[in-house]
C-alpha cells in the first residue's frame, strides 16, 4: 500500500483477539489505520483493550471523518501526500483513546464505553497515560481518574466495614 511494507487489512475497525495473537507472534508494533467516525474511535477502544494482552504497541493514523471515506477509499481518493502527511502526524496509543474518549464523550451510550476506556487507560504504560491526559486536557476535559478510583475505593470500603 502506497510504499509500505507489512500491510494487512483487517476488515473492519478493530484487531480482534485473532489477529492481535498472529501479529505479535512476529511483530510488536502496528500502526492500524482507522476513519475517524464512531465506529472506528470504537474500533481504536476495542483494538487497544485486545491487543494489551499480546503486549502490541500500537500507533493510529485516523481519517478525518468529514473526508467521508473509509481508509481505503482515502487512500484511493487521495493522493499520496495527503496519506502521509496523516501517516507522519500518528496518535500515540494513549492519546488516540484520549480522542476516542473525548470524541464518544457525547454519544448516548458514552457510560458504558467509559469504563472500558479508563480500564485500557490503566493499563497503558505511564507516557502512554500522559499522552490520554494531554488530549483530554485540549478538549477542555478535566478528569481525575486515580482520584476517582480512590473515592469509590473509600466508599467501597466505608460500606463494608458499616455491615460488620
Do not use: W
Not at 498472529?22 to 481504536?44: C, P, Q, R
Not at 457525547?106 to 491526559?133: C, H, T, W, Y
Amino acid at each position: 500500500m502506497m510504499g509500505f511494507k507489512n500491510v494487512i487489512g483487517v476488515g473492519g475497525a478493530m484487531f480482534n483477539l485473532a489477529q492481535c495473537r498472529y501479529i505479535a507472534d512476529t511483530h510488536h508494533h502496528v500502526i492500524h489505520v482507522v476513519d475517524g467516525d464512531l465506529a472506528g474511535l470504537k474500533g481504536i477502544v476495542q483494538t487497544l483493550e485486545n491487543a494489551l494482552e499480546f503486549g502490541l504497541k500500537f500507533e493510529f493514523v485516523i481519517i478525518p471523518s468529514e473526508s467521508g471515506d473509509d481508509p481505503d477509499d482515502y487512500r484511493r481518493n487521495k493522493n499520496h501526500d495527503d496519506f502521509h502527511r496523516l501517516y507522519a502526524n500518528r496518535l500515540s496509543a494513549g492519546s488516540a483513546l484520549g480522542l476516542a474518549y473525548a470524541k464518544l464523550s457525547s454519544e448516548a451510550k458514552f457510560p458504558d464505553m467509559a469504563g472500558k476506556i479508563l480500564s485500557v487507560r490503566a493499563s497503558l504504560p505511564p507516557g502512554e497515560r500522559q499522552n490520554f491526559d494531554v488530549v483530554l486536557r485540549q478538549f477542555g476535559i478535566a478528569l481525575q481518574v486515580e482520584k476517582e478510583a480512590i473515592d469509590d475505593l473509600s466508599k467501597l470500603l466505608c460500606y463494608f466495614s458499616l455491615e460488620e
